[in-house]
Protein backbone atom coordinates (compact mmCIF):
# COMPACT_ATOMS: atom_id res chain seq x y z
CA UNK A 1 0.00 0.00 0.00
CA UNK A 2 1.02 3.63 -0.66
CA UNK A 3 0.71 5.87 1.71
CA UNK A 4 1.00 9.11 2.53
CA UNK A 5 0.35 12.21 5.70
CA UNK A 6 -1.34 15.19 5.48
CA UNK A 7 -0.77 18.59 6.85
CA UNK A 8 -1.27 22.16 6.27
CA UNK A 9 -3.95 23.50 5.18
CA UNK A 10 -6.46 22.52 2.49
CA UNK A 11 -3.86 23.10 -0.04
CA UNK A 12 -1.28 21.60 1.45
CA UNK A 13 -3.53 18.79 1.93
CA UNK A 14 -4.79 18.82 -1.75
CA UNK A 15 -1.32 18.32 -3.30
CA UNK A 16 -0.19 15.84 -1.33
CA UNK A 17 -3.53 13.75 -1.96
CA UNK A 18 -3.23 13.95 -5.13
CA UNK A 19 0.36 12.89 -5.88
CA UNK A 20 -0.41 9.53 -3.59
CA UNK A 21 -3.17 8.72 -5.35
CA UNK A 22 -2.08 9.88 -9.01
CA UNK A 23 1.12 7.35 -8.51
CA UNK A 24 -1.36 4.63 -7.52
CA UNK A 25 -3.63 5.39 -10.58
CA UNK A 26 0.59 4.98 -12.28
CA UNK A 27 1.75 2.09 -10.38
CA UNK A 28 -1.27 -0.29 -10.11
CA UNK A 29 -0.57 -0.35 -6.25
CA UNK A 30 -3.26 0.27 -3.67
CA UNK A 31 -3.24 3.69 -1.49
CA UNK A 32 -4.13 4.91 1.86
CA UNK A 33 -4.50 8.46 3.16
CA UNK A 34 -4.19 8.59 6.54
CA UNK A 35 -7.09 11.09 7.31
CA UNK A 36 -5.62 12.06 10.70
CA UNK A 37 -3.93 15.46 9.63
CA UNK A 38 -1.33 17.08 11.57
CA UNK A 39 -3.58 20.63 12.18
CA UNK A 40 -7.37 19.96 12.76
CA UNK A 41 -8.64 23.13 11.40
CA UNK A 42 -12.65 21.80 11.57
CA UNK A 43 -12.80 19.78 14.76
CA UNK A 44 -12.10 16.57 13.08
CA UNK A 45 -14.83 17.36 9.97
CA UNK A 46 -11.26 17.85 7.63
CA UNK A 47 -10.79 20.33 5.28
CA UNK A 48 -11.55 18.24 2.12
CA UNK A 49 -14.92 17.56 2.34
CA UNK A 50 -16.84 20.29 -0.23
CA UNK A 51 -15.14 18.27 -3.27
CA UNK A 52 -17.21 14.68 -5.11
CA UNK A 53 -14.57 12.26 -5.07
CA UNK A 54 -12.29 12.10 -2.09
CA UNK A 55 -11.77 8.72 -1.58
CA UNK A 56 -9.03 7.93 1.18
CA UNK A 57 -8.32 4.52 0.04
CA UNK A 58 -7.43 1.47 2.35
CA UNK A 59 -7.84 2.01 6.12
CA UNK A 60 -4.52 3.19 7.85
CA UNK A 61 -5.57 3.73 11.49
CA UNK A 62 -2.73 5.49 12.45
CA UNK A 63 -1.71 8.27 14.03
CA UNK A 64 0.01 10.99 11.82
CA UNK A 65 3.73 10.61 11.64
CA UNK A 66 3.19 7.32 12.06
CA UNK A 67 3.79 3.96 9.61
CA UNK A 68 1.06 2.12 8.85
CA UNK A 69 1.73 -1.51 9.20
CA UNK A 70 3.57 -3.19 6.05
CA UNK A 71 5.24 -0.06 4.57
CA UNK A 72 8.79 -1.19 3.64
CA UNK A 73 10.13 1.74 2.31
CA UNK A 74 9.88 5.65 2.70
CA UNK A 75 10.25 8.15 -0.24
CA UNK A 76 11.06 11.60 0.38
CA UNK A 77 11.00 14.58 -1.71
CA UNK A 78 14.16 16.33 -2.18
CA UNK A 79 14.75 19.96 -0.58
CA UNK A 80 17.67 22.49 -1.76
CA UNK A 81 18.26 24.92 0.88
CA UNK A 82 18.98 28.41 -0.06
CA UNK A 83 19.36 31.93 2.30
CA UNK A 84 15.64 32.42 3.40
CA UNK A 85 13.88 29.64 0.85
CA UNK A 86 13.55 26.19 0.08
CA UNK A 87 13.56 24.62 -3.58
CA UNK A 88 11.93 20.87 -3.97
CA UNK A 89 13.22 20.06 -7.61
CA UNK A 90 10.43 17.21 -9.93
CA UNK A 91 11.50 13.82 -8.85
CA UNK A 92 9.93 11.18 -11.82
CA UNK A 93 11.49 8.26 -9.40
CA UNK A 94 8.82 8.81 -7.65
CA UNK A 95 6.70 6.58 -10.17
CA UNK A 96 9.39 3.85 -9.32
CA UNK A 97 8.40 3.34 -6.15
CA UNK A 98 8.34 -0.44 -4.65
CA UNK A 99 4.57 -1.45 -3.46
CA UNK A 100 4.54 -0.59 0.56
CA UNK A 101 5.87 3.00 0.09
CA UNK A 102 5.46 5.78 2.59
CA UNK A 103 5.74 9.40 0.58
CA UNK A 104 6.85 12.37 2.49
CA UNK A 105 6.10 15.59 0.46
CA UNK A 106 7.30 18.91 1.97
CA UNK A 107 5.82 20.73 -0.99
CA UNK A 108 4.96 18.80 -4.39
CA UNK A 109 4.23 21.67 -6.27
CA UNK A 110 4.81 20.83 -9.34
CA UNK A 111 2.13 19.35 -12.05
CA UNK A 112 4.08 17.19 -13.59
CA UNK A 113 3.19 14.65 -10.59
CA UNK A 114 -0.53 14.92 -11.56
CA UNK A 115 -2.88 13.48 -13.89
CA UNK A 116 -4.78 16.83 -15.08
CA UNK A 117 -8.32 14.69 -15.92
CA UNK A 118 -8.04 12.58 -12.94
CA UNK A 119 -7.50 16.04 -10.56
CA UNK A 120 -10.02 17.41 -12.15
CA UNK A 121 -12.37 14.86 -11.32
CA UNK A 122 -11.10 14.16 -7.19
CA UNK A 123 -11.29 18.05 -7.14
CA UNK A 124 -14.86 18.93 -8.64
CA UNK A 125 -16.46 20.52 -6.09
CA UNK A 126 -20.24 19.25 -5.11
CA UNK A 127 -23.56 20.50 -6.32
CA UNK A 128 -24.81 21.41 -3.51
CA UNK A 129 -22.05 23.38 -2.21
CA UNK A 130 -21.50 24.85 -5.75
CA UNK A 131 -25.28 25.77 -5.89
CA UNK A 132 -25.14 27.85 -2.47
CA UNK A 133 -21.30 29.59 -3.52
CA UNK A 134 -23.62 30.88 -6.62
CA UNK A 135 -26.31 31.66 -4.48
CA UNK A 136 -24.28 33.68 -2.00
CA UNK A 137 -22.34 35.76 -5.23
CA UNK A 138 -25.46 36.59 -6.47
CA UNK A 139 -27.22 37.96 -3.28
CA UNK A 140 -23.54 40.19 -3.09
CA UNK A 141 -24.22 41.54 -6.29
CA UNK A 142 -21.22 39.72 -7.54
CA UNK A 143 -21.33 38.12 -11.51
CA UNK A 144 -18.25 35.90 -12.14
CA UNK A 145 -18.38 37.40 -16.03
CA UNK A 146 -15.24 38.94 -18.01
CA UNK A 147 -15.61 42.52 -16.71
CA UNK A 148 -14.85 41.09 -13.42
CA UNK A 149 -11.40 39.98 -11.92
CA UNK A 150 -11.24 38.42 -8.63
CA UNK A 151 -8.01 39.43 -6.86
CA UNK A 152 -6.93 36.31 -4.37
CA UNK A 153 -4.44 38.01 -1.57
CA UNK A 154 -3.20 36.15 1.18
CA UNK A 155 -2.79 38.11 4.60
CA UNK A 156 -2.64 35.91 8.49
CA UNK A 157 1.18 34.78 8.77
CA UNK A 158 2.15 36.33 5.33
CA UNK A 159 2.40 39.90 6.51
CA UNK A 160 5.40 39.83 9.08
CA UNK A 161 7.50 37.80 6.07
CA UNK A 162 9.00 40.26 3.97
CA UNK A 163 10.39 37.60 1.19
CA UNK A 164 6.24 36.26 1.34
CA UNK A 165 4.39 39.34 1.82
CA UNK A 166 2.95 41.31 -1.39
CA UNK A 167 3.14 45.09 -1.02
CA UNK A 168 1.01 47.73 -3.15
CA UNK A 169 4.14 47.89 -5.80
CA UNK A 170 2.70 44.03 -6.76
CA UNK A 171 -0.87 44.88 -6.79
CA UNK A 172 -0.85 47.79 -8.03
CA UNK A 173 1.04 47.26 -11.21
CA UNK A 174 -1.21 43.98 -11.67
CA UNK A 175 -4.03 45.73 -11.38
CA UNK A 176 -2.86 48.13 -14.22
CA UNK A 177 -1.91 44.89 -16.17
CA UNK A 178 -5.60 44.20 -16.00
CA UNK A 179 -7.01 46.98 -16.92
CA UNK A 180 -4.97 47.55 -19.59
CA UNK A 181 -6.44 44.33 -21.13
CA UNK A 182 -10.34 45.48 -20.37
CA UNK A 183 -10.72 49.42 -19.38
CA UNK A 184 -14.09 48.17 -17.77
CA UNK A 185 -12.67 45.88 -14.79
CA UNK A 186 -13.93 45.55 -11.77
CA UNK A 187 -12.08 44.03 -8.95
CA UNK A 188 -13.16 42.09 -6.09
CA UNK A 189 -10.59 41.05 -3.29
CA UNK A 190 -11.57 37.27 -1.59
CA UNK A 191 -9.31 36.85 1.57
CA UNK A 192 -8.97 34.29 4.41
CA UNK A 193 -7.74 38.01 6.34
CA UNK A 194 -10.55 40.44 5.25
CA UNK A 195 -9.98 42.85 8.12
CA UNK A 196 -6.57 43.44 7.17
CA UNK A 197 -7.44 43.88 3.64
CA UNK A 198 -10.19 46.12 3.91
CA UNK A 199 -7.60 48.79 4.83
CA UNK A 200 -5.02 47.93 1.39
CA UNK A 201 -7.56 47.96 -1.31
CA UNK A 202 -10.68 50.50 -2.55
CA UNK A 203 -12.59 47.91 -3.91
CA UNK A 204 -14.96 45.17 -2.10
CA UNK A 205 -13.32 42.49 0.19
CA UNK A 206 -15.13 39.41 0.92
CA UNK A 207 -14.37 36.48 2.78
CA UNK A 208 -17.43 33.77 2.50
CA UNK A 209 -16.27 30.58 3.53
CA UNK A 210 -12.67 28.66 2.12
CA UNK A 211 -15.51 26.47 -0.24
CA UNK A 212 -17.18 29.31 -1.05
CA UNK A 213 -13.88 31.57 -2.24
CA UNK A 214 -12.46 28.18 -3.70
CA UNK A 215 -15.27 27.97 -6.08
CA UNK A 216 -15.21 31.65 -7.30
CA UNK A 217 -11.58 31.54 -8.21
CA UNK A 218 -12.55 28.02 -9.78
CA UNK A 219 -14.82 29.49 -12.09
CA UNK A 220 -13.61 33.66 -12.66
CA UNK A 221 -12.80 34.28 -15.63
CA UNK A 222 -9.78 37.51 -14.56
CA UNK A 223 -7.32 36.51 -12.06
CA UNK A 224 -4.53 38.52 -9.93
CA UNK A 225 -3.15 36.15 -7.08
CA UNK A 226 -0.87 35.62 -4.11
CA UNK A 227 2.09 33.49 -4.00
CA UNK A 228 -0.25 31.26 -2.04
CA UNK A 229 -1.16 27.13 -2.84
CA UNK A 230 -4.45 27.80 -2.01
CA UNK A 231 -4.80 29.81 -5.69
CA UNK A 232 -3.20 26.97 -7.37
CA UNK A 233 -5.43 23.91 -8.21
CA UNK A 234 -8.44 26.35 -8.25
CA UNK A 235 -7.03 27.91 -11.19
CA UNK A 236 -5.31 24.98 -12.75
CA UNK A 237 -8.71 23.29 -12.72
CA UNK A 238 -11.07 26.42 -13.91
CA UNK A 239 -12.67 25.70 -17.08
CA UNK A 240 -12.25 28.90 -17.76
CA UNK A 241 -8.86 29.15 -18.54
CA UNK A 242 -8.71 32.58 -16.83
CA UNK A 243 -6.12 35.11 -17.47
CA UNK A 244 -4.33 35.08 -14.43
CA UNK A 245 -1.45 36.80 -12.87
CA UNK A 246 0.91 35.68 -10.01
CA UNK A 247 4.23 37.24 -8.70
CA UNK A 248 7.00 35.65 -10.47
CA UNK A 249 9.60 33.57 -8.43
CA UNK A 250 6.65 32.57 -6.16
CA UNK A 251 7.78 32.88 -2.17
CA UNK A 252 10.34 35.63 -2.93
CA UNK A 253 9.08 37.50 -5.84
CA UNK A 254 10.14 40.05 -3.53
CA UNK A 255 13.69 39.43 -3.82
CA UNK A 256 13.52 39.33 -7.63
CA UNK A 257 16.71 37.45 -7.90
CA UNK A 258 15.95 35.59 -10.88
CA UNK A 259 15.50 32.17 -8.91
CA UNK A 260 11.92 30.59 -7.70
CA UNK A 261 10.80 29.16 -4.54
CA UNK A 262 9.18 26.48 -3.62
CA UNK A 263 9.00 24.48 -6.80
CA UNK A 264 8.54 24.69 -10.89
CA UNK A 265 5.36 27.10 -10.55
CA UNK A 266 5.84 27.42 -14.24
CA UNK A 267 4.44 23.85 -14.86
CA UNK A 268 1.03 24.30 -13.99
CA UNK A 269 0.96 26.28 -17.04
CA UNK A 270 -1.91 28.60 -16.06
CA UNK A 271 -0.29 31.64 -14.87
CA UNK A 272 1.23 34.89 -16.05
CA UNK A 273 3.89 35.69 -13.95
CA UNK A 274 4.99 39.15 -13.16
CA UNK A 275 7.95 40.72 -11.53
CA UNK A 276 8.32 43.26 -9.31
CA UNK A 277 9.15 45.96 -12.52
CA UNK A 278 5.83 44.93 -13.99
CA UNK A 279 7.07 42.87 -16.90
CA UNK A 280 5.41 39.68 -17.69
CA UNK A 281 5.89 35.85 -19.08
CA UNK A 282 3.46 34.05 -20.16
CA UNK A 283 3.89 30.33 -19.63
Not at 174 to 201: G, H, R, S, V
Request: proline content about 5%.
Amino acid sequence: MLNIDLTGGVSDQMVRYAICRSVSEKTGYPYGINKVASHDHYNGAGEMTFFQDIDYGLPTNVEYGELPEGTDNVWEEEREFYSGYNYHPFQPDIFDCAPNTKFVVYCGQDSRYLIKERVAKWFAVKQEVAEESQKLLSNAGIELDDNLCVVSARGGEYIGVPSLFLTHNYWDKAINLMLQKNPKMKFICLTEDPEFYKTFFNFPVLHFSCQTDWWAINNCKNAIVANSGFNIFPIWLNKNSPYTIAPKYWAIHNLNNGSWANSNMKSWDCFTFMDKDGNVEEC
